[in-house]
């Protein structure tokens, strides 16, 4: 028998699968407190998003599918709480283990939830009216989004709504934002009127804790082409720098690969080129990581979207026209087409990490909001095939804390069970202070 400090077992238990943490909070009290505790979620999370292993593909076609990354073998269908037959959901957005799902604007299944697949927890969001300005009858764009606010330590789903009428160049706006930690809606600053949403996209792209959305200054422009991005914390837009890339005609989409700010410009019937900002904000980061040319590796496409690297960096999954996957290589240029088994038609994915966020029973639950601690520290990650580094959000489990927290619980436990016996309690005490007693 070996007692193991509560730092090494934090660290062995952050970087197990979420179903088996699951079925270990069945083995006592204590361990379900630690496997709850806040802590131990946010260094689970940092772990999972830097192991390719505890990540899964999302697709969207008239069900929803996940599909083991990188394994890519077998598409199953999610069992989720708006599954509908005759509604096909909407991947709001995807953040830190949770889905953002939505099949309208009403309730039950004809509303929007936030959702963890692994953890099966879900928080409905309530309904909220649309306020018409005048003159405006009808929305025009309507967007919404999903992410983090890292300041705040709270999830937000963004509802963004452009009015038109018969004036040109004359339109009005909407924004709400939803608080997971208030669990309300709440109207902030309109969009801004010189922006234009004319894009497909309906989604806004997640990235260092902004949404983002491709806008045009004119609606009867397709020039004059910006990224916007909405704040989560100050709730506030501003304008991203573009990359100078050629001239020509061009389609923009807006990606995120790798937690970075990807851009997509594609070159009808020439090229696509897939470009990474390393350093969120500076034009300069602004890199160009490769090229698929029309024709040459993968024959004739309308685009191809970045999906996700591989595990050692060296290929990229892409997605072609809604009707397949790829592993490109990104040095040789090689192609290699996907065979998932049961993969629906038309599919279209995204990228999903598995975490036990939204399974604490501190997680945006506790009033008492000065009790939470901030983020102290990042995680850094590098880009493949690059020497630059990012921020992974995340924060530096207190350990002590944790021993600390499990002891008062414990201390609780003990006191509504006086039925145990002496040994029993003088056992669970030393498995307290010392860490758990495993055999090695």
């Known amino acids: 028998m070996m007692d193991l400090p509560m730092v090494l077992i934090m660290d062995i238990l ?29 260094l689970h999370l940092q772990h ?59 309730r039950g299944k004809e509303g929007t939830i936030v959702y963890n697949p692994a953890t099966k927890k879900r928080r409905e969001l309530p309904v909220s009216k ?50 997971l930690k208030t669990s309300s809606w709440r109207r902030v600053q309109d969009f801004p009127p010189e922006y234009y949403l004319s ?41 991203v720098p573009l990359p100078n890339y050629s001239a020509g005609e061009v389609h923009l989409t807006i990606e995120v690969l790798d937690q970075h700010l990807c851009l997509l410009i594609n070159y009808p019937t020439i090229r696509s080129e897939v470009w990474v900002m390393k350093e969120y ?65 038309h599919p279209e994915a995204g990228m999903l990490v598995e975490s036990l966020v939204l399974g604490s029973r501190k997680t945006h639950h506790n009033k008492k909001s000065n ?4 983020l102290a520290s990042a995680n850094i990650a590098a880009l493949p095939n690059s020497s630059t580094t990012h921020v992974v959000s995340g924060r530096t489990p207190d350990f002590d804390n944790v021993t600390g927290n499990l002891k008062k619980n414990q201390e609780a436990l003990d006191g509504n069970q006086n039925i145990r016996k002496k040994g029993k309690r003088d056992n669970l005490e030393g498995f307290l202070s010392k860490g758990f007693k495993l055999k090695l």
């Open 199 to 239: 894009f497909k996209r309906q989604s806004g792209v997640y990235v260092n804790g902004c949404l983002h959305w491709m806008v045009i200054l004119k609606p009867d422009s397709d020039k004059s082409k910006l990224i916007v991005a909405f704040d989560l914390t100050s709730e506030d837009c501003k304008v």
């Open 371 to 374: 009790e939470r601690r901030r």
């Open 281 to 345: 904000g500076v034009q300069e980061s602004w890199t160009k990581l490769f090229a698929v040319m029309q024709g040459d590796t993968i024959g004739p496409f309308e685009y191809v979207r970045p999906i996700a690297f591989s595990k050692d960096g060296s290929k990229v999954l892409l997605e072609q026209d809604l009707s397949k996957f790829i592993w490109f290589d990104v040095e040789t240029q090689r192609a290699e087409r996907v065979n998932i088994c049961g993969m629906p038609s």
């Open 14 to 42: 952050s970087r197990l699968p979420v179903i088996v943490l699951l079925r270990f909070r069945c083995v006592s009290k204590s361990w379900k407190y630690l496997i709850d505790d806040s802590d131990l979620i946010n």
């Open 48 to 106: 999972s998003l830097a192991n390719t292993t505890n990540h899964a593909m999302v697709i969207r076609s008239s069900y929803l599918y996940l599909v083991n990354f990188p394994a890519l073998d077998e598409a199953v269908v999610m069992d989720h709480p708006l599954k509908y037959d005759s509604l096909s959901t909407l991947v709001v957005g995807s953040c830190n283990g949770l889905l953002c799902l939505s099949n309208g604007e009403g």
């Open 130 to 179: 649309i306020n018409y300005p005048e003159y405006f009858t009808c929305p025009e764009r309507l967007v919404y989004g999903f992410g983090y606010d890292l300041a705040n330590d709270d999830y937000k789903v963004v509802r963004i709504i452009q009015f038109y009428n018969d004036i040109p160049d004359f339109y009005d706006s909407e924004v709400k934002v939803f608080s």
